[in-house]
């Protein structure tokens, strides 16, 4: 009989993982977009994008580090809520969202940089605050790229597998995500239940592209006639 608590485990991180990471990612990119000096924008962006570049194995050795029973984080939720961050559900969201992040990064951030100029300096001009110009001028312009990086994000904490398995484990019922469903069912000779869970993730994916696809498209239409 088919175990629905990854599907259901991976639904729930990969929810939470893109409500967090979708603002901090249109956060980031704003504030870097915004950012006079070359030199640490530079640097901040290469520090940012780097879990999409590192194995995501790598990316959660640190994240261990970090959030670990004996890291800086971990310690202090240890001693002060009585709490282990490590091997636990948030573990997964936590993975999830770091490597998610550069995607929506990435994604709203060059999205801004398509925005002319000219519309930002017309929003000063008329007096709006920067706040209101981030809102009625760059979002609004910037939707459709904004949207593609957060249905990429989504996709890819829905999908994270290497960073997960260090930080979070592979709990059943627990932290066991899909992509760590699979791995346990191949692993136990369980081809059929490896099979349905992969058919889901397949499905997922290819509605996620679809929906890209569909902005995409609908965007392309709007500058044609417009």
Avoid: C
């Avoid at 940012?48 to 939720?77: A, H, Q």
């Avoid at 996709?155 to 059943?172: C, H, K, S, V």
């Amino acid at each position: 009989m088919t175990d629905w608590s990854p599907i259901f485990i991976s639904m729930k991180t990969a929810s939470v993982s893109i409500f967090i990471t979708f603002f901090l990612g249109l956060i980031v990119a704003w504030g870097l977009f915004k950012m006079k000096n070359d030199t640490g924008k530079i640097v901040l962006d290469g520090i940012f994008t780097l879990p999409l570049v590192l194995p995501p194995t790598v990316v959660g050795f640190f994240l261990l580090w970090i959030f670990g029973v004996r890291g800086p984080i971990g310690s202090f939720f240890i001693d002060f809520f009585a709490y282990k961050i490590a091997f636990s559900w948030p573990a997964t969201v936590i993975a999830a969202v770091v490597m998610s992040f550069p995607l929506m990064y990435r994604s709203a951030r060059g999205a801004f940089e398509q925005i002319d100029s000219n519309l930002l300096d017309a929003g000063r001009t008329l007096g709006m605050s920067e706040w209101k110009i981030f809102w009625k001028v760059a979002f609004a312009n910037a939707l459709p790229g904004i949207l593609s990086g957060g249905i990429l994000a989504y996709a890819r904490g829905l999908g994270e597998f290497g960073a997960t398995a260090m930080l979070a484990g592979n709990i059943a019922g627990q932290t066991r995500t899909l992509p760590m469903a699979v791995y346990s069912e191949v692993a136990a000779g369980n081809m059929g239940e490896a099979f349905g869970y992969v058919i889901f993730i397949v499905f997922i994916a290819f509605i996620v592209i679809f929906i890209m696809d569909y902005v995409t498209l609908r965007k392309e239409k709007q500058w044609r006639y417009n």
